[in-house]
């Protein structure tokens, strides 16, 4: 081999080294899922580390810490066996009960899984939640940033439905401190009645009760009632005005 080849393949040796050596990596905080597929199970590392595979369907089961990817979906259908606690609806999470934060405040985002699901975790004291039959619901108020990122990130739920996750059994009507907006998905709930002001006149509808996986959306923004739904299997309405 001539002194020149010799030194044609030192050089791309040494362009390929730095190049492993430079390979993209992105940090993760806590306890995340390894790739897309559940099959895949979790990465359990709590502390802040790195990985070469960049996070999938970051913009709806992930958000963002110091330039690190905190997980704050439901582990569930990537086999997570340890602790669940069960919510149902909308609700804050403060990363600082999945992640070391040095501050002595919550740092909120907000969960966008519709209806009954599971986080490892248990709502800070700090943060306005009612326990009821053993599942946590939300009694605060949803602020503007809550209202700005929904539409965006409710796309949550259509990721996970492809997964067909276990959901926790809810049998009762949300009690009356849980503002947010209803989602049913057990035929034998109470039907609960949403009282709406239309100028003088009260307008009272019933709230849909869907089968299974189907999804209602109620929002009451500034007396606009809004529905929008997530069709699967057939469902009944039951409608009403008095």
């Known amino acids: 081999m001539s002194r020149m080849n010799r030194m044609g393949l030192v050089g791309a040796a040494l362009l390929l080294a730095a190049g492993t050596a430079e390979a993209k990596q992105w940090k993760y905080a806590g306890m995340h899922p390894r790739s897309g597929q ?3 199970g979790l990465c359990h590392i709590e502390a802040m580390h790195v990985h070469t595979a960049a996070p999938v369907q970051a913009d709806v089961l992930y958000r963002t810490h110091d330039g690190a990817y905190v997980f704050i979906g439901d582990p569930t259908p990537f086999g997570y066996e340890g602790p669940r606690h069960s ?3 909308h609700h804050p999470v ?3 009960v999945l992640i070391n934060i040095e501050v002595d405040v919550d740092v909120v985002e907000y969960c966008y899984h519709d209806g009954p699901h599971y986080h490892a975790y248990e709502p800070p004291p700090r943060q306005e939640f009612v326990e009821k039959e053993d599942v946590y619901y939300y009694a605060g108020e949803y602020p ?3 209202r700005r990122e929904s539409p965006q990130l409710v796309r949550v739920n259509t990721v ?9 059994v809810v049998t009762v009507a949300p009690p009356p401190e849980y503002h947010g907006p209803i989602f ?3 035929v034998n709930l109470p039907v609960p009645r949403v009282e709406v002001n239309v100028g003088a006149v009260p307008v009272r509808h019933d709230v849909v009760v ?5 999804v209602v959306h109620e929002h009451d923004d500034h007396c606009e009632h809004r529905r929008h739904k997530h069709k699967k299997h057939k469902h009944k309405k039951f ?3 008095d």
């Not at 996970?160 to 926790?168: A, F, G, S």
């Open 184 to 186: 049913q998905v057990n």
């Open 210 to 214: 869907v089968h299974e996986r189907e």
């Open 239 to 241: 409608k009403g005005r």
């Open 94 to 96: 403060v990363l600082n």
């Open 87 to 89: 919510y149902y609806g």
């Open 144 to 146: 503007e940033e809550y």
């Open 38 to 40: 559940p099959a895949d």
């Open 160 to 168: 996970y439905r492809t997964w067909n996750p276990t959901r926790p």
